[in-house]
């Protein structure tokens, strides 16, 4: 499978743009232009760390690379210099690309000029089948290198086949992501995307995207929530919002539902592990348990995933799933003798559905019993006053633990309710649907969540 | 408010909250014979070093558990005349 070719016809046709933040490139220019010109040779069967801090030159060069490289290793911007000699150690990366000068002085380097192609065109040609590596955000900071292909990224996107059309993606993800790099290939093929700039604010994101005309929209739940958050939301009227990479729960939805009512709204199951699973598009948080019986079309699930779960965690062999982690001895085995991967995420299943309640791992111990951060959070998050929350744990000399909140308000300073209305009001919510030891101990009103590179909820080591 | 009254409010609140039934406070009450149980405890701790600012409980050195009201009283109280420590 070699990229150039599995683009198409979109590679011909005007429509089909990337929209960085500087510069809108349809696909067609590199069929008249080039942006690596005559070094793409020299980069022929070698191992290339792609490292351009601009997304759209990334884009652009990974297309170039892809049936030319013998393996390509996504660096997404905010990879921090410290880890970059592991990254380069466990994919033996011989050429460093980047659109800045010194940034891994120990390797062959290789500066790279874009987002424009302003070479002359080249004779395209398939000579590798290139792997492809994404680094995994570990929760403890090492990036973790997970090996695709071609294939195993697309295997999603094969079935059912995506016909030309207006579609216009978004995506809160940065691009070198596994969601990004989802939605960048997808809108190759057919389409068009604005990608999200390194340093851009969602509000400038969404002014972008409605500028040009977004009709697809994707991000994490954090993302969606901090896009509600600022007050840009209502910018753009995208006819498809979908959420992934955290557990969507039933707050966000309905904040969603509520601001995009014509959209058809899915969240979906993926990880750069495990791939696209499955999609869930009737608005409500969880899936239907139909998806372990094997209604397989029902229920949205990928084509030739097969679920299980063990320990009540949920286990997938699929297409997508990636080939293993680079890293010789070090690096564990990414799935069981079965070829399942083991996802980490903890199901629970209530009347016929099945809902996350969060990663193993993740769990709060309140004098022996367990608490899922994410469980609390749904129920907080329901409550139509707040807009986010954070549930960790503290310490504490009687049960080891305690669970604490930070909530962020839905309302604007001014027609916020008082804080210690809000926190009782939340509390009382906790203790209706919450047995005694998952309600916090404490909550704390904040105006902000950090949240990771990867759009994802900041969250300390219980 | 005296430390004790603070400490007694708490007691009452989460007994409150956990809708358990508080014997009357003195200072030979045993804790475990109160009607709290210990995530009721887990509350007060934690609610009262948010209202006072410490907890006795986080001391360097190793804190003998208070087992009647009057020992869990007399433990906050001998922490706020230690100076502050770092």
Known sequence: ?462 | MSLRAVIAAHFQQVAQEQRRQLSPLSDDLRLLQSGLDSLSFALIVARLEDALGFDPFDAPQAVKFPVTFGDFVKLYEDDRRQPAAG
């Open chain 1, 1 to 462: 499978m070699w990229l150039w070719e599995w683009l198409g016809p979109n590679r011909t046709l005007p429509s089909a743009c990337l929209h960085g933040v500087d510069a809108t490139i349809p696909l067609q220019a590199l069929e008249r232009a080039s942006l690596l010109g005559d070094r793409l040779e020299r980069l022929r069967g070698r191992s290339v760390v792609l490292a351009p801090r601009d997304p759209l030159t990334a884009a652009l060069a990974l297309v170039e690379l892809d049936g030319v490289a013998r393996r390509m290793v996504l660096c997404p911007p905010d990879l921090s210099p410290k880890h970059a000699p592991d990254v380069i150690a466990a994919a033996e990366g011989e050429v460093w690309l980047d659109d800045r000068v010194g940034a891994a002085a120990a390797l062959e380097e290789l500066r790279v000029e874009g987002p424009v192609p302003k070479h002359g065109a080249v004779t395209r040609r398939y000579s590798h089948a290139t792997e492809w590596v994404l680094l995994s955000s570990g929760t403890t900071g090492v990036p973790k290198l997970v090996s695709h292909t071609l294939a195993s990224l697309c295997a999603a996107l094969q079935e059912p086949s995506y016909e030309m059309n207006d579609t216009v993606w978004g995506t809160f993800y940065d691009i070198r992501r596994y969601g990004g790099l989802q939605i960048l290939l997808r809108a190759m093929r057919c389409g068009a995307l604005v990608l999200h700039g390194p340093q851009e604010s969602i509000t400038d994101f969404l002014a972008r995207a409605a500028r040009a005309q977004v009709t697809h929209v994707t991000g994490t739940p954090s993302h969606w929530r901090a896009a509600l958050m600022s007050g840009a939301a209502a910018a753009i009227a995208p006819r498809y919002v979908r959420l992934s990479g955290e557990i969507a729960d039933q707050g966000i939805l309905d904040r969603l539902r509520a601001s995009y009512p014509n959209a058809r709204l899915v969240h979906a199951f993926a990880s750069t592990e495990a791939g696209v699973v499955f999609e869930v598009s009737d608005g409500r948080a969880g899936f239907s348990a139909g998806l372990l019986s094997g209604q397989q079309a029902a229920v949205g699930l990928q084509a030739g995933v097969e679920l299980k779960i063990e320990d009540q965690r949920l286990r997938v062999r699929s297409p997508g799933n990636a080939r293993g982690y680079l890293g010789g001895a070090a690096a564990a085995p990414l799935s069981d003798r079965d070829g399942f991967v083991d996802t980490g995420d903890r199901l629970e299943l209530r009347a016929g559905r099945y809902y996350f309640i969060g990663r193993a791992g993740g769990i709060i111990n309140v004098g022996g019993l367990k608490v899922h951060p994410e469980e609390v959070e749904a129920v907080i998050n329901a409550h139509p006053r707040v807009r986010a929350s954070r549930v960790g744990a503290r310490r504490n000399p009687i049960t080891g633990a305690v669970v604490v909140a930070e909530i962020v308000p839905a309302d604007p300073l001014e027609v916020r309710p008082a804080p210690e209305t809000l926190k009782r009001e939340v509390l009382e919510l906790c203790r209706e649907r919450l047995p005694a030891h998952k309600v916090p101990a404490a909550i704390q009103i904040v105006e902000r969540l950090e949240l990771s590179a990867a759009g994802k909820l900041v969250r300390a080591e219980v």
